[in-house]
């Protein structure tokens, strides 16, 4: 069993608006996982065990198709922005349609005569599982790819069209929450099993979190930092730089979200552990924030590989603003570990203008999460409670409720998470605002020095 997780690098396009466009998606090729192409396995054709890997000219297009992203970020008012993006992806799609016809594997000719699969890793999970029976996708996984219409719930034939991508190649798509089939006998001891939930992980981690309705929002301080906020069953298209998605589907009901991405989150505090030795082990970073009154002026903008949302400035680079002689190592601490706060309320306040939904509190998880003095000092930003629950593993949680749902073992009413500490703001709006204001600075500083 073989997958492409990144072939050999993809030649750069010749023109500049390619070039700019395709430097706006290499992030997202180098950090996705390839997508898993299957050779069609009927009883009389192959063995149901043989996949093969997909070429890199098709994983070219799939993250090609990744820049009609930037089309739903920009802002409707910048129309030639737009305009301008829009035939530059056209002409990126030429190119990455050559590079996908010129596959050594001859992936072109097998797509078009229906002998190959195509799908994300939960299609190649349940294609498995199923013993090769079962070719699905969930609508919140579909959403990804970045080749599905989130309005309509189905493929978009325009983005198929464009890419030149057969649709018989792709999983059906099925809801969140649905009884998909059963296990083949011979991986659990002859017992066939209801695979009954397939979800991608923020969305799992939102469900698990029980965000159920509009307006239900987490945050993740993992290596990076991922935000989600349920908007119901309408969606919200951002005018702030976040990403319109699927969150999932039960049954007939779909609940949409808004996400932003943080690039660098927790990964600070590994770089000033590693490369700047500021101490042995993560866990001492709380007491070390907490042994000093405030940061002495010093703010850290961890724009390591750029900032996301709501920037989305990929030029920048990480800054460090308002040293003095009587700043130490623990004022570097404490700005690092408040900067993942301020992260989180810029992205925060972008869903807050686009959604026009009010919060009242926000759920956290993550390795990060455990830290008292960030989740104090996040509550205090955004004057709101803040909530840690006592189950770290939300995503599996959300992934085995959905799956419970399905098969009737629990009701939603039913389902929930036990609260280890509630963190309430214990510091005046006016005081928060002025750190806040004095961050927004040293974002300004970070982004003017490229």
């Known amino acids: 069993m073989a997958m492409n997780?990144?072939?050999?690098?993809?030649?750069?396009?010749?023109?500049?608006?390619?070039?700019?466009?395709?430097?706006?998606?290499?992030?997202?090729?180098?950090?996705?996982?390839?997508?898993?192409v299957i050779e069609a396995a009927t009883p009389t054709q192959m063995p149901r065990?043989?996949?093969?890997?997909?070429?890199?000219?098709?994983f070219s297009v799939c993250c090609a198709s990744a820049t009609h992203l930037l089309l739903t970020i920009a802002p409707a008012r910048k129309t030639a922005r737009?305009?301008?993006?829009?035939?530059?992806?056209?002409?990126?799609?030429?190119?990455?349609?050559?590079?996908?016809?010129?596959?050594?594997?001859?992936?072109?000719?097998?797509?078009?005569?229906?002998e190959v699969l195509f799908g994300t890793m939960d299609s190649w999970i349940v294609w498995k599982l199923s013993g090769s029976?079962?070719?699905?996708?969930?609508?919140?996984?579909?959403?990804?790819?970045?080749?599905?219409?989130?309005?309509?719930?189905?493929?978009?034939?325009?983005?198929?069209?464009?890419?030149?991508?057969?649709?018989?190649?792709?999983?059906?798509?099925k809801p969140t929450s649905y009884a998909y089939c059963k296990t083949a006998s011979y991986h659990f001891f002859g017992q066939e099993v209801p695979i009954c939930s397939v979800v991608g992980d923020q969305q799992a981690a939102l469900f698990g979190q029980g965000c159920f309705s509009a307006g239900g929002i987490k945050n993740?301080?993992?290596?990076?930092?991922?935000?989600?906020?349920?908007?119901?069953?309408?969606?919200?298209?951002?005018?702030?730089?976040?990403?319109?998605?699927?969150?999932?589907?039960?049954?007939?009901?779909?609940?949409?979200?808004?996400?932003g991405s943080i690039f660098v989150s927790g990964s600070l505090m590994k770089w000033l552990r590693d490369q700047l030795q500021l101490f042995e082990n993560t866990k001492d970073t709380q007491g070390m924030a907490e042994s000093v009154e405030n940061t002495n002026g010093v703010y850290i903008v961890p724009a390591f590989v750029g900032l996301g949302a709501p920037y989305w400035d990929d030029a920048c680079q990480a800054t460090i603003v308002g040293l003095t002689f009587g700043a130490n190592k623990n004022h570097i601490v404490r700005a690092a570990l408040e900067s993942m706060a301020y992260q989180s309320k810029d992205v925060l306040e972008a869903m807050k203008q686009d959604s026009q939904i009010e919060i009242s509190s926000m759920k956290v998880d993550g390795g990060a999460a455990t830290n008292n003095f960030l989740l104090q000092f996040?509550?205090?930003?955004?004057?709101?409670?803040?909530q840690r629950f006592k189950t770290n593993e939300?995503?599996?949680?959300?992934?085995?409720?959905?799956?419970?749902?399905?098969?009737?073992?629990?009701?939603?009413?039913?389902?929930?998470?036990?609260?280890?500490?509630?963190?309430?703001?214990?510091?005046?709006?006016?005081?928060?605002?002025?750190?806040?204001s004095n961050w927004k600075k040293a974002v300004k500083t970070c982004q003017s020095y490229k």
């Open 220 to 259: 993740t301080y993992g290596t990076g930092g991922f935000m989600l906020m349920n908007t119901g069953d309408k969606i919200v298209e951002s005018k702030n730089g976040l990403l319109s998605t699927v969150a999932w589907q039960i049954g007939n009901q779909v609940n949409y979200a808004l996400e």
């Open 133 to 173: 029976l079962t070719h699905i996708t969930d609508v919140s996984n579909a959403s990804r790819t970045l080749l599905f219409n989130i309005h309509t719930l189905s493929w978009d034939e325009e983005l198929l069209e464009m890419f030149d991508i057969p649709r018989q190649i792709l999983p059906e798509v």
């Open 5 to 36: 997780v990144s072939a050999q690098a993809t030649p750069m396009p010749e023109t500049m608006p390619e070039r700019r466009l395709f430097d706006s998606v290499r992030w997202m090729q180098s950090t996705a996982t390839g997508p898993t």
């Open 394 to 436: 939300l995503t599996a949680l959300g992934a085995a409720y959905l799956a419970g749902l399905s098969c009737g073992y629990w009701t939603q009413d039913e389902l929930g998470v036990d609260l280890q500490k509630e963190f309430v703001p214990e510091k005046s709006k006016e005081e928060m605002d002025s750190l806040y």
């Open 49 to 58: 065990n043989r996949v093969s890997t997909i070429s890199n000219a098709i």
């Open 82 to 114: 737009k305009k301008a993006l829009s035939s530059a992806l056209r002409r990126l799609s030429v190119f990455a349609k050559q590079r996908y016809k010129k596959a050594p594997t001859s992936a072109y000719e097998k797509a078009k005569k229906g």
């Open 378 to 386: 996040q509550s205090d930003l955004l004057q709101m409670p803040v």
